[in-house]
């Protein structure tokens, strides 16, 4: 029998296997913290990220960039300085905290990304769509049920389960639309997500909501720990006199109004109906048309409809999950491109009944994958989307590019994962290409307003595992009450 060829060589088995000893399986995780504290346990204000392999960004001049070895400065929450490691030039007196982004293979850091439409207190309901079974007209009257019997105890676990997941995947800006603000500001400051709480002023299933009630939480929004805005279901299920009323808060609280639009030509109808035009027609003519008005889906709309969110610089959330698997239809991102208002557009989970998992870089995928076939959306372009182009649509100052001057927040990914290596050297930007296609996975720090909310990969503020016990008994205690 011949000798079997060798195909690999000893040298290069052993630098990649373990030996067949698992009893140190345990010391293989010893010393693996990045973090060096300088000051005291309570003063963390002045942060270095030393050395981090690349940072990844869009500049000031809306480029982007990947900066390799970069540390960056961090003051009360606020960018001070990114700047090449190797000219290392802050005083150690000035820090309170070093995280150490240089060792074993390095930690890529990028912005928080920005999701611009959610709804958490939803997760809660995460069984509740078989879509194996029925259809789905069926199977929302079914969640609707559900969704009716929640207590303000059910709305606020739901939203810290669906925010901590979000953070779990580089998330740190979400806007909720939702019927509820207390329960979700309750969760958001539990879990520090940065969240634009845009509440329901007409809502079926919160018959107290109304623009008053949206007026009231506007008056008092230095007080809150979100940032209040306004949301209505579908534009053809507010009257005239409520459309007005939010026009004037629109105006006097400069907040921001959303809305899902054209999500089905059905809907479309509703709207043409009730008003005699399609949506975005109507916006313009009731005087509501503006860079303050945010629409979710907008899959069924005319060129003209487009023209007119290009004219008014109305913001556009694309949600290609949801629509796939709610069979909405195709969102029209050449029309889009071909009117110049493909800037106007960012992108958004929708809730657990509408996608796979709670966050942006598959989602960024699944709007390459959609697209494909009639037009690139370059890796470039959806970074943007997710980060300093959100940023903008949503009004939210500076945020969401890592620059002097910007809020701290900032995701930390490690360079050795297969969501990103292995990679051209040659080409950094093959990282992004790779981040976005084979990415979706959990980082491994995160930080919002210069603050570390996750460590090591792990929570910092809330216990993930009793967080789930505690989702899973009120999952169950919701189904009793409506018996099934
Ligand atoms: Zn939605």
């Not at 208002?341 to 994958?369: F, H, M, P, W, Y």
Request: hydrophobic letters at 40%; glycine letters at 6%.
């Amino acid at each position: 029998m011949p000798k079997q060829k060798k195909i690999i060589s000893q040298q290069a088995a052993s630098e990649v296997l373990h030996d067949s000893d698992f009893t140190n399986y345990d010391s293989k995780r010893k010393n693996r913290s990045r973090y060096m504290l300088l000051g005291s346990e309570r003063r963390r204000k002045r942060v270095l990220i030393h050395g981090a392999i690349f940072v990844i960004t869009v500049d000031d001049k809306e480029k982007l960039q990947l900066w390799p070895n970069h540390s960056v400065y961090i003051v009360n929450g606020k960018i001070k300085e990114v700047f090449p490691a190797d000219k290392g030039r802050i005083p150690v007196s000035d820090i309170d905290l070093i995280y150490d982004a240089s060792k074993r293979g390095g930690i890529i850091i990028s912005p928080g990304f920005i999701n611009a439409h959610s709804h958490p207190p939803m997760y809660l309901l995460r069984s509740s769509m078989m879509l194996d079974k029925g259809n789905i007209v069926d199977q929302i009257a079914k969640m609707a049920r559900l969704e009716g019997k929640m207590t303000n105890e059910d709305f606020f676990l739901g939203a810290l389960g669906d925010l901590t997941e979000e953070q779990k995947n580089g998330i740190t800006t979400t806007l909720s639309h939702y019927g509820v603000f207390e329960p979700v500001e309750e969760a958001a400051k539990a879990c520090q997500q940065n969240v634009i709480n845009a509440i329901s002023a007409v809502s079926n299933s919160h018959p107290e909501n109304t623009p008053a009630l949206v007026e009231k939480i506007l008056r008092r929004k230095n007080s809150y720990f979100t940032k209040p805005a306004i949301a209505i279901h579908y534009l053809h299920k507010a009257s005239p006199t409520q459309l007005e009323k939010i026009k004037q808060l629109v105006k006097k609280h400069h907040a921001l109004f959303t809305m899902h639009a054209a999500e089905s030509e059905e809907w479309v109808q509703e709207n043409v109906k009730k008003f005699g035009e399609r949506t975005v027609e109507t916006l313009e003519k009731l005087g509501l048309a503006s860079s303050h008005v945010l629409l979710s889906h907008c899959v069924h709309l005319s060129g003209r409809e487009i023209d007119l969110i290009k004219k008014y610089k109305i913001g556009v959330v694309h949600l290609p999950t949801s629509n796939k698997l709610h069979r909405s239809g195709e969102f029209d991102f050449v029309e889009f491109v071909k009117r110049g208002a493909a800037d106007q557009v960012c992108l958004g989970t929708d809730s657990v009944i509408s996608k796979n998992s709670l966050d942006l870089l598959s989602e960024a995928l699944q709007t390459r994958i959609t697209h494909l076939h009639k037009h690139r959306v370059l890796y470039e372009d959806l970074f943007r989307m997710v980060t300093s182009q959100a940023a903008r649509i949503l009004r939210l100052g500076k945020v969401g590019k890592i620059l002097p001057g910007y809020q701290a927040d900032i995701s930390f990914w490690k360079l050795k994962d297969r969501g990103f290596l292995p990679y051209n050297e040659k080409e950094p930007l093959s990282l992004v290409g790779n981040m976005i296609t084979h990415g979706g996975r959990n980082i491994r720090d995160l930080m919002i307003k210069g603050e570390f909310v996750i460590s090591n990969r792990v929570h910092n503020l809330i216990d993930e595992s009793a967080l789930l016990i505690k989702l899973q008994e009120a999952h169950m205690a919701l189904r009793k009450r409506i018996g099934k």
